[in-house]
């Protein structure tokens, strides 16, 4: 699949103001300081399609991007940033479990890993209630560059191997760098298969 288009369309504080039409959504969602913006921007080939910020923890509305007028990309705010106020916490800990639980129009949830750092305790709480949810996700590994090829694939392969602890079957994953475009082409042909069988089943 080739990304000719990619747009912003809205930002909503809760999932029943976000887009009206049935369009199938694929949500991207991790830990602050993950990368999210940065990859979201390597996927589209658009540098400033989502907002990049040293500062962590910048998003906190459901952001909907139209890509090629046919499916939404959707950057969800990042979780376990300790600097929010419990208030605020809770706030966008709802906000996200209700668009993920009541969002029909949601496809996938890919949840972004910093390769460097493997599981952190919110990442696997939040893997192992997608799976208890019947949540359909694939986990993005982040940062590859940080590590270099083969030092990537031995940490993925540990990370991966460290689910099995409760997962019978493992999720898809993908290794990625938005330094290096590493990964791109497989994150996006896997939308592009979903896209294509959701068609088919028309």
């Given at each position: 699949?080739?990304?000719?288009?990619?747009e912003f369309?809205?930002?909503?504080p809760?999932?029943?103001m976000?887009?009206?039409?049935?369009?199938p959504e694929?949500?991207?969602?991790?830990?602050?300081?993950?990368?999210?913006?940065s990859?979201?921007?390597?996927?589209?080939?658009h540098?400033?399609?989502?907002k990049?910020?040293?500062?962590?923890?910048?998003t906190?509305l459901?952001?909907?991007?139209i890509?090629?007028k046919e499916?939404?990309l959707?950057?969800?705010?990042?979780?376990g940033?300790?600097?929010?106020?419990?208030?605020?916490?809770?706030?966008?800990?709802?906000?996200?479990?209700?668009?993920?639980?009541?969002?029909?129009?949601?496809?996938?949830?890919?949840?972004?890993?910093?390769?460097?750092?493997g599981?952190?305790?919110?990442?696997?709480e939040?893997?192992?209630?997608?799976?208890?949810?019947?949540?359909?996700?694939?986990?993005?590994?982040?940062?590859?560059?940080?590590?270099?090829?083969?030092?990537?694939?031995?940490?993925?392969?540990?990370?991966?191997?460290?689910?099995?602890?409760?997962?019978?079957?493992?999720?898809p994953?993908?290794i990625t760098?938005?330094?290096?475009?590493?990964?791109?082409?497989?994150v996006?042909?896997?939308?592009?298969?979903?896209?294509?069988?959701?068609?088919?089943?028309?």
């Amino acid at each position: 699949m080739d990304i000719k288009t990619s747009e912003f369309v809205l930002s909503s504080p809760t999932w029943t103001m976000c887009p009206k039409d049935v369009k199938p959504e694929y949500a991207f969602i991790g830990r602050s300081n993950v990368g999210k913006s940065s990859l979201i921007n390597m996927l589209c080939n658009h540098k400033n399609l989502a907002k990049t910020s040293s500062t962590p923890g910048k998003t906190l509305l459901i952001n909907h991007f139209i890509i090629n007028k046919e499916w939404y990309l959707v950057d969800l705010p990042g979780y376990g940033f300790a600097k929010r106020s419990k208030s605020v916490q809770n706030k966008l800990e709802q906000m996200i479990t209700s668009y993920i639980l009541q969002r029909e129009q949601l496809v996938n949830v890919f949840v972004l890993i910093d390769i460097r750092h493997g599981f952190q305790a919110t990442d696997r709480e939040f893997i192992d209630w997608l799976g208890r949810s019947s949540i359909p996700f694939s986990i993005i590994f982040t940062k590859a560059d940080k590590l270099g090829t083969q030092k990537a694939k031995q940490a993925v392969d540990t990370y991966m191997q460290s689910l099995t602890d409760t997962w019978e079957e493992l999720p898809p994953h993908f290794i990625t760098s938005s330094e290096k475009k590493i990964g791109r082409d497989e994150v996006i042909d896997y939308i592009g298969r979903i896209n294509t069988s959701l068609k088919q089943n028309d």
